[in-house]
């Protein structure tokens, strides 16, 4: 069953403390994203990896980190410096990040929540 | 980029033609149009996109107007399950990525 998982569904932590959340794909992609999605608002690009070792910010990248060690997998650091991290984090992938008709293929979010 | 405006909330009755509209009047020759749906805490769902005819496939059908400033996604006989927030997007570039920028949608509510 090809897909993108995101693990886990819900994620509590407490302030101050860094949390890496999870996204694997079996679809073969080359590309990998992060979004951030707040209550209400639409997805926000946190960062973005067109290929293995290679990684890009996006629009809010401050006080996350990614590595893109294998081609299925992208996990996301969310560290103690983002002020606000309680947020729904989505996952997406596509063939290959650079056409404008390269479809994006999201996983079903984590939700973070930092007390 | 491409900015696109879309009505905040539309109701559906069930089984009925939902026909979501979205202006994009900014955007250039080479940017598609994307369509995804976000049910209620899931991820969003790939649903059509086209650059300027128009589009069908199992989900929906996507018009795209001949001047590309607007288009319309049609669900031909939408049911309860359709209920979900409808996002419009014009892709852009990001340095060599291919890149979608979400807006706040359009709520359909799709009732009895």
């Known amino acids: 069953d090809g897909g993108i998982t995101q693990s886990p569904k819900y994620l509590f932590r407490k302030e101050g403390q860094n949390v890496t959340l999870s996204c694997e794909q079996n679809l073969n992609h080359d590309a990998m994203y992060w979004y951030r999605q707040d209550p209400g608002q639409g997805l926000r690009l946190i960062y973005y990896?067109?290929?293995?070792?290679?990684?890009q910010k996006g629009d809010i990248a401050e006080g996350y980190s990614v590595s893109r060690e294998k081609k299925e997998s992208f996990p996301l650091t969310v560290t103690s410096a983002q002020k606000n991290p309680t947020a729904f984090y989505l996952c997406a992938s596509s063939i290959s990040g650079t056409a404008r008709s390269d479809t994006q293929y999201f996983g079903p979010g984590t939700r973070l929540t930092v007390l | 980029d491409a900015k696109t405006t879309q009505p905040t909330s539309m109701d559906c009755a069930e089984g009925r033609a939902a026909n979501l509209p979205c202006n994009h009047s900014t955007i250039s020759g080479n940017e598609y149009v994307y369509w995804y749906r976000q049910i209620h805490s899931q991820g969003p769902q790939y649903i059509i996109h086209?650059?300027?005819n128009n589009e069908t496939n199992e989900m929906a059908s996507l018009i795209i107007t001949e001047d590309r400033k607007s288009s319309t996604l049609i669900l031909p006989h939408a049911t309860l399950r359709d209920t979900a927030v409808y996002y419009c997007i014009a892709t852009s570039q990001t340095g060599t990525a291919s890149k979608l920028t979400f807006g706040t949608g359009t709520r359909l509510q799709v009732t009895l």
């Open positions: 086209g650059l300027k």
């Open positions: 990896s067109q290929i293995v070792n290679d990684f």
